[in-house]
């Protein structure tokens, strides 16, 4: 009777409490060590691994859930089920990623030698140990660095068009749009572009020649350098241009000695970008350099080898059954230094963007 | 600016007729540079149509043994979508799931070098994806596959029987879906953080626990970019060639709806890349028309892609 009353009073003693009931921090590194023991035990009991994996797996994200719910309510639950499922995605995204760098490591490092990378293939058409990528490498670099000197400049002054003189206008928007279909274009449309042009050009059926595989890579690299070099432009604040006008500079030195400099780090990062993108690139050079088993120096005429090129046609001879294992660690070697290749391009991009970044910058 | 000047001096003169002739030059090589750009992309265009309609007459031996090119280029661009397609079922989830840890779930600490990592990712050559393809992955899959064959084999896609290499067109489409990953997500991070701060915290205000706030205000803000940045990764994947080139022991242009099996589907670029070294006369041209093929099909989804971005970016 007396406690009645006291409610009648004092209502808010029997109202929930406003928190509700939650789970200690500790909750789900106890729930997982559970997990994993239970993993652990179907391991034991003959699962395998990938079925030990999976029996972890459903044990937590079951038991969170479970025990979510039953202490914190069924939105909560959700809340922290979702949450599984997205450290999931991410896990099982950075698996593969992570097995493929280590892969190519620990299967190239033994093959990386001096030897191996200042010898060619000269004279070992299938068969032969040793051997080696100085062919491939020089090829890459010499390929590589033809399609840069085309394409920079054109893609450079393209895009100072687009967004110095171009402004908004029907061209600009054309071209605009013209750029965006070309960043799709695939890679080997560029190389079979490549090997069309070149039959007319020489009349030869099947052209083999190494400015082809620039001719390809630049139609590659293009779209890459306007679209990165119009991004950079277009962050110039206008009143460093309206000031250099003030002062009576024309507008093209106002370009080359203001607009062009002050963008100039992310400009830099982004044709470096593009040149580490096309270093990669297999299928064009495949259709038009052909097979070389020595540096081949003169792009107008005769094959080149590239690396890229290098470990496809490589990969067809490692079944071969006395020679096959020296072709597997060819390949691999040159997998691996490719990556360090492409891999230092885009370290070197980063830094100069970091160190040169503009203080107006966002 | 300098005309405006009343009475130049002499030198003033010589000085603005220099800049002016300057500027032209200036402007005019940039314009030309930019229609330069414009030629190049007529004449990929343009060559390959030269070249790619002597295909039409081909048959017989010169179309691969089918009765004309059609018949050759038709299961190519099945297999291409259909292994494209499956490759984006694969790298959806994974890519929104990796993309909201990175922008939502990590903390600060993590989710910079996460990044970092999936930009470094992007850059490994198509060639080493290949090459790991089948050294690593298509082993491991057989198992899968064989678990698929029992369990789900009454769907056709997992009709088996199942190949034993394991290089078959699921497999191929696990490493596209994989390289399309680093692009698909680094566009996903990057408009999952443009989210206005002000609708999220409205969110949490009222309450909302992590996971709705994400479905009611980045989820509807990210809408059209997400499909944008799908759509783009989709057209990477249909142009994708040496990954699939090296995975996929291919059967040539069958259409097969089975992807677990060895006899499989090709795709365009993997049927060029793996006939062009032998490949000669007509053979040549039924291979460009292919491509010319291929290029129609990326461009269209690109070009979706662009349109829904920009539409995206009006509504936004």
Redesign the interface.
């Known amino acids: 009777m007396k406690t009645m009353i006291d409610t009648d009073i004092h209502p808010v003693d029997r109202l929930e409490p406003i928190t509700g009931g939650t789970l200690p921090r500790i909750a789900p590194a106890l729930v997982g060590v559970c997990s994993v023991a239970l993993g652990a035990l179907g391991l034991l009991l003959g699962l395998g691994l990938?079925g030990a994996v999976v029996v972890t797996w459903l044990a937590f994200s079951l038991a969170l859930y479970g025990w979510t719910r039953a202490i914190e309510g069924s939105?909560?639950a959700?809340?922290s089920f979702?949450?599984t499922?997205?450290?999931?995605?991410?896990v099982?995204?950075?698996v593969?990623?992570v097995?493929?760098i280590w892969?190519?490591v620990a299967?190239g490092a033994p093959v990386l030698t001096p030897a191996f990378l200042n010898d060619d293939m000269s004279g070992r058409a299938l068969l032969g140990v040793g051997g080696g990528i100085y062919h491939a490498i020089m090829g890459t670099f010499m390929i590589t660095a033809i399609a840069a000197v085309i394409a920079v400049?054109?893609?450079?002054?393209?895009a100072?068009?687009?967004v110095?003189?171009?402004k908004g206008n029907r061209?600009?928007k054309?071209?605009t749009f013209?750029?965006?279909?070309?960043?799709?274009?695939?890679?080997?449309?560029?190389g079979?572009?490549a090997?069309?042009?070149f039959?007319?050009i020489t009349g030869d059926?099947?052209p083999r020649l190494g400015i082809g595989g620039s001719i390809a890579l630049a139609?590659l690299m293009?779209p890459t350098v306007?679209r990165s070099v119009e991004e950079m432009l277009k962050l110039v604040p206008d009143d460093l241009r309206e000031a250099s006008?003030a002062l009576?500079v024309?507008?093209?030195?106002t370009?080359?000695k203001v607009v062009l400099p002050t963008a100039v780090a992310g400009i830099v990062t982004g044709i470096t970008?593009a040149i580490?993108?096309v270093?990669?690139?297999?299928?064009p050079l495949?259709?038009i350099l052909g097979t070389a088993r020595v540096a081949n120096w003169n792009p107008f005429n005769g094959p080149v080898q590239t690396l890229?090129v290098y470990?496809?046609q490589s990969?067809g001879q490692t079944t071969h059954f006395k020679y096959g294992e020296i072709w597997t660690d060819r390949?691999?070697g040159a997998?691996l230094f490719?990556?360090i290749i492409?891999?230092s391009?885009?370290l070197v991009a980063r830094l100069v963007g970091k160190a040169f970044a503009p203080k107006t910058g966002r | 600016?300098?005309t405006a000047i009343q009475d130049p001096a002499p030198d003033q003169q010589v000085r603005a007729r220099t800049?002016?002739v300057?500027?032209a030059?200036?402007?005019r090589?940039?314009?030309?540079?930019?229609l330069?750009?414009?030629a190049?992309?007529a004449?990929?265009a343009i060559?390959?149509v030269?070249?790619g309609l002597p295909a039409l007459e081909a048959t017989g031996e010169q179309a691969y043994g089918k009765p004309s090119v059609w018949a050759y280029v038709g299961p190519l661009l099945f297999g291409t979508v259909l292994s494209a397609l499956l490759a984006m079922i694969i790298v959806t989830?994974?890519?929104?799931?990796?993309a909201?840890?990175i922008s939502h779930?990590?903390p600060r600490r993590l989710a910079k070098p996460?990044g970092y990592?999936v930009?470094?990712?992007a850059?490994?050559?198509?060639?080493?994806?290949?090459?790991?393809g089948?050294?690593?992955?298509a082993p491991r899959l057989v198992?899968v596959y064989d678990w698929l064959n029992v369990w789900f084999g009454w769907i056709p896609l997992f009709g088996g029987p199942v190949s034993s290499s394991g290089r078959t067109l699921l497999t191929a489409a696990v490493v596209l879906a994989?390289m399309a990953?680093p692009i698909v997500?680094a566009i996903l991070r990057e408009i999952f953080a443009q989210t206005p701060t002000t609708h999220q915290e409205a969110a949490l205000a009222l309450g909302a626990?992590?996971?709705?706030m994400i479905r009611l205000a980045v989820l509807p803000y990210a809408r059209s970019g997400i499909v944008a940045a799908l759509l783009l990764g989709l057209?990477r994947a249909?142009?994708?060639?040496?990954a699939v080139?090296?995975v996929l022991s291919a059967t040539g242009a069958i259409i097969s709806f089975d992807v677990i099996s060895s006899a499989n589907s090709n795709t365009i670029?993997a049927s060029?890349?793996n006939n062009?070294a032998n490949a000669?006369?007509l053979k040549?041209n039924v291979?460009?028309f292919a491509?010319?093929g291929?290029?129609v099909l990326?461009?269209v989804?690109?070009?979706l892609g662009?349109w829904v971005a920009t539409r995206g970016q009006v509504k936004g």
């Open positions: 990938v939105r909560q959700t809340d979702v949450r499922l997205m450290w999931t995605a991410f099982l995204a950075m593969p990623l097995s493929l892969t190519v299967r400049p054109v893609g450079l002054l393209t100072v068009y687009l110095e003189y171009g061209l600009a054309i071209i013209l750029v965006d279909v070309m960043t799709g274009i695939p890679s080997i449309v560029a079979l572009f090997v069309a042009l039959i007319v059926p099947l139609v293009l306007i006008y009576g024309p507008r093209w030195r370009i080359v970008l580490a993108r270093a990669g690139e297999t299928a495949l259709l890229p470990i496809f990969l390949v691999w997998a490719l990556i492409v891999m391009l885009n | 600016m300098t800049s002016r300057g500027d030059v200036f402007s090589t940039a314009l030309g540079a930019a330069l750009v414009v190049l992309l004449g990929v060559f390959l030269v070249q989830p994974l890519a929104i799931g990796l909201l840890v779930y990590a996460v990592l930009d470094l990712l850059a490994v050559p198509s060639v080493v994806f290949g090459l790991w089948i050294a690593v992955l198992p994989l990953l997500t626990t992590r996971w709705e057209g249909l142009g994708e060639t040496m080139a090296m670029a060029i890349a062009y000669a006369g040549i291979l460009i491509g010319l291929l290029f990326t461009f989804v690109n070009f662009r």
